[in-house]
T-cell receptor, first 119, second 113 residues
Framework: GAVVSQHPSRVICKSGTSVKIECRSL??????MFWYRQFPKKSLMLMATSNEGSKATYEQGVEKDKFLINHASLTLSTLTVTSAHPEDSSFYIC???????????????FGDGTRLSIL | KQEVTQIPAALSVPEGENLVLNCSFT??????LQWFRQDPGKGLTSLLLIQSSQREQTSGRLNASLDKSSGRSTLYIAASQPGDSATYLC????????????FGTGTRLQVTL
């Protein structure tokens, strides 16, 4: 089955640091990947849609200069949290869909998430 | 704006019991609905996807139904096991924005011995 790998699984760093999170589709090509944020005991909130070879599409209220997204290949998207502060601490999850195999009715496959803690 | 609600928020059942999780959505113009499982501190595992033209999908002990006109879906788990303990999330994608998923708040299930 389709596998999405997310790395790192956990990051603890000081305020002001920039943190990069990688999301890879391991056995399929993903022209589109998605980045979500999840607060404790809350549901997932879509932050942005990452498009291979073009600019990401950000949801309302998400600062694009704060959360930089790069989707340089069909199997890799990265999310960089720039100058992170304690309020950026959260669980970040990426997903991808094997659009080639079945379009929008293919299920989205999720990475295992990254727990980001800013001290 | 699509809103997705899941009831109950938490559920505890003894092993072996059959159970139903509920999901409701406000905008019936959906493309599909997906049920996920999330273990603590982990990502999401896709369980079932129901296309808007379908009424139900089955996988093993899981059965998901969809009533698009009333904005409801249920996830039925037969003969529950302790390993089923997790948070279950439903998510819908709407026509016109078919790539995007709107998630419910989840049902936290605990199956006790």
């Amino acid at each position: 089955g389709a596998v999405v790998s997310q790395h790192p699984s956990r990051v603890i760093c000081k305020s002001g640091t920039s943190v990069k999170i990688e999301c890879r589709s391991l056995d399929f090509q993903a022209t589109t990947m998605f980045w979500y944020r999840q607060f404790p005991k809350k549901s997932l909130m879509l932050m942005a849609t990452s498009n291979e070879g073009s600019k990401a599409t950000y949801e309302q209220g998400v600062e694009k200069d704060k959360f930089l997204i790069n989707h340089a290949s069909l199997t890799l998207s990265t999310l960089t949290v720039t100058s992170a502060h304690p309020e950026d601490s959260s669980f970040y999850i990426c997903s991808a869909r094997d659009f080639v195999s079945g379009g929008f009715n293919q299920p989205q496959h999720f990475g295992d998430g990254t727990r980001l803690s800013i001290l | 704006k699509q809103e997705v609600t899941q009831i109950p928020a938490a559920l505890s059942v003894p092993e072996g019991e059959n159970l139903v999780l509920n999901c409701s959505f406000t905008d019936s113009a959906i493309y599909n609905l997906q049920w996920f499982r999330q273990d603590p501190g982990k990502g999401l595992t896709s369980l079932l996807l129901i296309q808007s033209s379908q009424r139900e999908q089955t996988s093993g002990r899981l059965n998901a139904s969809l009533d698009k006109s009333s904005g409801r879906s249920t996830l039925y788990i037969a003969a529950s096991q302790p390993g089923d303990s997790a948070t279950y999330l439903c998510a819908v994608s709407n026509t016109g924005t078919a790539s995007k998923l709107t998630f419910g708040t989840g049902t936290r299930l605990q199956v006790t011995l």
